[in-house]
């Protein structure tokens, strides 16, 4: 399809559900911070002192080799590793303040840091829920029409792989599928399976095939955002590590996220949790850089508290949207890039979700986030992908992208010259100055009902949640796939049906 | 009752319904800035064209006097009154940067300005809802059930009179009935109707015999905080101005918010709302100070824009949210407190009034709001006053109490011995560090759920907005009225009926 073509598809889509356009953000706005120079320079330093004294653990061999080559203490007969802060932050100096993941569609390409920034669906639930149905176990069907969604909903720009997990697939070839879904349903980046070093690999040749290019190509200009997870406190696991050294090595986005659930991963507070977050994270980065210097590293901030009646994670808090915007200033301290989550503990699409959804938005979005991970869909604390949610928060993320839009301050916006011809008393709807802007002044919902209470109970009475149901179905009846090259869809059914015989199962 | 059987008794109600305690509360960081300098300036210079060269119609003749009285040209047989910025600017420096507004209970004595912020109940709709019998026209029934839930919830430092307007009772004594009301259900402080001269008047006798003081003393610590608007463009009613007038000139903190509703009564531009709204509000100030120099003034914001479909106003915009981020940086400028709304558009207390009212939070307090006005049980852009809001506003409110709590950051408080001892792999739960934090660490929730979904299931699957019509009924069963002196209610009692008879009603 010509990108003429596809302009104009674009624009047929938007004359059925309105939203607004596909395009990249940039916060153009102060950050925002909540921590004093102090306060940073004690947090950095303890983290320094948790990775030179301390130090974590890294349970993969080749992991510890790359380390040791980069100078820091690797422990004889033990997975402990020391690291330096000098060491370590001539590692982090190597990279970029931000970086651009390429769709196959390069339209869809995007960039993240220096003040732009991406959303993605939520990734990984292991359930799907929507109010017709109510909750049920990720199938493969369900995570299709999250792919469908996220390619139709503008205001997303990744996906992450699975935002409903489909475990009715054989855990060892469901990467395959996935990728095989992902490139077929969306022309937007996504987030390979990369656990492990024959999944990373697999994602690899996948991504030449689908792109069309080598190593070399795919280094220059990376097409996968590979989120990632320490294991809080001080563990980096062996096939996290495995997939690292393979997909940093190709110089695809790498992005370590820290696991620090305050009060039982960390110790209970906020500061200390970020302390923790920030050593990790920060030997996350050195060991990408170390693994292919300049690579493009994010820094993951996942930072939670304890419900300390339950024992189990709260999102959306008021501590939540702390860390997040602390971790803005930590991330900003180093020139690294970042990413936050749109996190709720919410069980239902309800007023509780929204605000949740809010308290994570808002302060990410105002300390200059450059990825939201997990931006659409999450529904109880990310163990279900649900169907409504992910309307309400396109909703919520078009807001923002609105917010975002600068500023305009001049004497012809102000319009002064109306002002003294209407006066006192008059109105204003008819001015030329207001038919000028009558389109576009303002922002125009997705799934918002703006109607007076007699029009809105006439229409059925319906909640957010209730339209958001109505919504994403209509998004699925309107969904275009984006046009793939046959040849290059028949390359990568063999060599997904390739490898799956290489994993001992027949091919689809 | 004395402070120490109050506070036993707060202590007493903290045992039913967890909540957080009554406090000032003060925000701690640095403010969000979305205008450049430059764009700053341009607003303040046109708004000064406004008041110089259109100006304001003031359609009371006595304020007009005030008016010339300050040196500004009032123009002869006309309600017009131009007002040279000089003149303008000498009077706003005249008003305080901050203020104090005094309950009955002067455990309830609460600031604004500087930082320190204060929340309001709702004020004025003239519908009230819950979700037993829906929505239906204000009864003071309603009304009443609304104080005393504002006197319960502990987030909640001031009322607006009536947040579901009692339209059962006779508009003429209206203002006595709810008065009265406000004094027995209440210990907390205020808005008093000021519609008018006369039942101005009746608002300040009523507070010198409740209060047990006179003029001079009300002037000192005054008890009411004034809610009007202009009405906008440019005009300054005449039942309004009297009010102003008489609560001005006893002293009491004024707020005046310009009724900027941009595309309908201002151009179609967020510039061209904030310009209207700087030259309406710095008008209102200057006003207020020429009735009494230094009396506490408050800059009003409710900068919203119109729905271009059909010209009704929205609330919890992403234009909504710009304005009153901006408004802070006006404020600021002039070094006025500043008023701003929890408001949303949604008919329903659902997502979308949750995400709304939480764009109008975010931006409001991240700019340093002084006032939130409206601040809870708003729905359906202020015609219903809501019981289940009302209780989903409240943990809102209280998450940002808990957002504002100064971030503490210290080697103590990130426990770096405790992360060396747990080390890679550990458990913090049971750590001496964790068992001091144990209580206090996190937020603690009024109605959010944060159970696991299968024991929200089995609690009911109730979604927040059920969870909050719970709760309300619960705080009104708990209500425990403050105790007010025999003597004083007597007097007051036999005030409002001498009033009532001369305003040619029976009394009760």
Chains 1, 2 share one sequence.
């Not at 809105?456 to 179905?473: L, S, Y």
């Amino acid at each position: 399809m010509t990108r003429r073509a596809r302009k104009e598809r674009l624009k047929r889509k938007d004359a059925k559900v309105e939203q607004s356009a596909f395009r990249q953000l940039k916060n153009p706005y102060k950050p925002f911070e909540i921590l004093s120079d102090d306060q940073l320079g004690i947090i950095h330093e303890s983290s320094m002192e948790i990775l030179e004294n301390v130090g974590i653990d890294v349970q993969d061999r080749n992991a510890r080799t790359i380390l040791k080559d980069a100078g820091f203490d690797v422990a004889e007969g033990s997975d402990r590793v020391r690291m330096d802060r000098d060491g370590v932050m001539v590692l982090v100096d190597k990279a970029p303040s931000s970086f651009t993941v390429h769709g196959r569609n390069p339209m869809r390409s995007v960039k993240g840091g220096d003040g732009y920034v991406m959303f993605s669906a939520v990734a990984g639930p292991p359930f799907g829920a929507d109010l017709d149905s109510g909750r049920r176990a990720g199938v493969f069907e369900d995570t299709v029409k999250f792919l469908k969604l996220t390619q139709s909903l503008n205001i997303l720009h990744l996906q992450g792989g699975a935002s409903i997990e489909p475990t009715d697939l054989p855990p060892e070839t469901r990467h395959l599928d996935l990728s095989l879904a992902c490139a077929r349903y969306l022309d937007k980046p996504w987030k390979p399976n990369f656990i492990g070093r024959e999944r990373s690999l697999d994602a690899i040749e996948f991504a030449k095939i689908l792109h069309g290019t080598d190593e070399a190509g795919l280094a220059k200009n990376p097409v996968y955002y590979c989120n990632t997870n320490t294991n809080t406190p001080l563990i980096l696991d062996r096939e996290i590590a495995q997939g690292v050294i393979e997909l940093a090595g190709a110089g695809q986005v790498i992005c370590i996220t820290p696991f620090t659930l305050a009060g039982a991963m960390t110790p209970a507070s906020l500061a200390g949790a970020l302390a923790m977050q920030n050593a990790e994270a920060l030997a996350g980065c050195a060991f990408v850089q170390a693994i292919r210097p300049g690579c493009p590293f994010v820094y993951g901030s996942f930072t939670m508290a304890v419900d300390m009646k339950s024992g189990s994670p709260t999102f959306g808090t008021p501590e939540f949207a702390k860390g997040a915007a602390a971790t803005g200033q930590l991330a900003r301290l180093y020139g690294l890039p970042w990413r936050s989550s749109n996190a709720c503990t919410s069980c239902a699409p309800d007023a509780q979700a929204a605000y949740e959804t809010q308290m994570s938005l808002w302060s990410a979005i105002t300390a200059h986030v450059s990825v939201i991970y997990q931006g659409a869909g999450w529904l109880e604390g990310g163990l279900v992908g649900s169907f409504e949610k992910l309307i309400l928060d396109a909703e919520m993320l078009q807001m923002f992208a609105a917010w975002m839009e600068p500023f305009e301050v001049s004497p012809e916006e102000i319009g002064l010259a109306t002002i003294a011809e209407i006066g006192p008393g008059g109105h204003f709807l008819g001015t030329a100055h207001t038919m000028e802007r009558y389109e576009n002044a303002f922002y125009r919902p997705l799934v918002s009902d703006w109607n007076n209470f007699e029009n809105w109970r006439d229409a059925g009475a319906r909640d957010a949640a209730q339209r958001a149901n109505g919504m994403w179905k209509r998004l699925l009846d309107e969904y275009e796939q984006p046009a793939l090259d046959p040849a290059v869809d028949e390359e990568l059914k063999a060599f997904v049906a390739k490898r799956k015989e290489a994993c001992g199962v027949a091919a689809a």
